[in-house]
T-cell receptor, first 113, second 116 residues
Framework: AQKVTQAQTEISVVEKEDVTLDCVYE???????LFWYKQPPSGELVFLIR????DEQNEISGRYSWNFQKSTSSFNFTITASQVVDSAVYFC??????????WGAGTKLIIKP | GAVVSQHPSWVICKSGTSVKIECRSL??????MFWYRQFPKQSLMLMAT?????????EQGVEKDKFLINHASLTLSTLTVTSAHPEDSSFYIC????????????FGPGTRLTVL
């Protein structure tokens, strides 16, 4: 079965703390893509990253970093030195061989000042 | 590039009326458009997939007569919620997939529908 699990429903940290959002996926496909999106209170989805299954290199973009581990089927997202503006719901998604996106339940991240 | 717009961004209507939501790809041609529904504090739920010039494919449990989808051109798809009721109140998001470009989906800003 194709599935994305974001076990953390809500995370609350104080500003400047580092925080990691977990994402575990299941797929039968050998070629697939994984995504992270941010959804602020406005509702508009903001694309953060796409990773294909053949590229296990970790990626860093400013305060954001992603750890892709095929061995554990995980694609975790870390925000370093969190800021209040990072408060949002974050979704992990898997694109299957039919090009449809399978979404995790989302993790609500609250950054307190 | 790859901008998708939705109109209206929010709408309030009376129960029993029909509401049309437009989704446009502004700077690219979309082979396929997707319509999602999102309830408060929940994830996105795919409602239907539409290809230009053909009938939409609805996900299981989505009433095709209730949620009419028309993909009239490579840049426009519409979702009409017919005879809306309060339980149809939700956040509706469309996305458009490009020709080539790794079949990337680009998302519209969403439409918040409130049925009184």
């Amino acid at each position: 079965a194709q599935k994305v699990t974001q076990a953390q429903t809500e995370i609350s940290v104080v500003e400047k703390e580092d925080v990691t959002l977990d994402c575990v996926y299941e797929t039968r496909d050998t070629t697939y893509y994984l995504f992270w999106y941010k959804q602020p209170p406005s509702g508009e989805l903001v694309f953060l990253i796409r990773r294909n299954s053949f590229d296990e290199q970790n990626e860093i973009s400013g305060r954001y970093s992603w750890n892709f581990q095929k061995s554990t089927s995980s694609f975790n997202f870390t925000i370093t030195a969190s800021q209040v503006v990072d408060s949002a719901v974050y979704f992990c998604a898997l694109r299957d061989s039919n090009y449809q996106l399978i979404w995790g339940a989302g993790t609500k991240l609250i950054i307190k000042p | 590039g790859a901008v998708v717009s939705q109109h209206p961004s929010w709408v309030i209507c009376k129960s029993g009326t029909s509401v049309k939501i437009e989704c446009r790809s502004l700077d690219f041609q979309a082979t396929t458009m997707f319509w999602y529904r999102q309830f408060p504090k929940q994830s996105l739920m795919l409602m239907a997939t539409s290809n230009e010039g053909s009938k939409a494919t609805y996900e299981q449990g989505v009433e095709k007569d209730k949620f009419l989808i028309n993909h009239a051109s490579l840049t426009l798809s519409t979702l009409t919620v017919t005879s809306a009721h309060p339980e149809d109140s939700s956040f509706y998001i469309c996305s458009a997939r490009t020709r080539g470009s790794n079949n990337e989906q680009f998302f519209g800003p969403g439409t918040r529908l409130t049925v009184l």
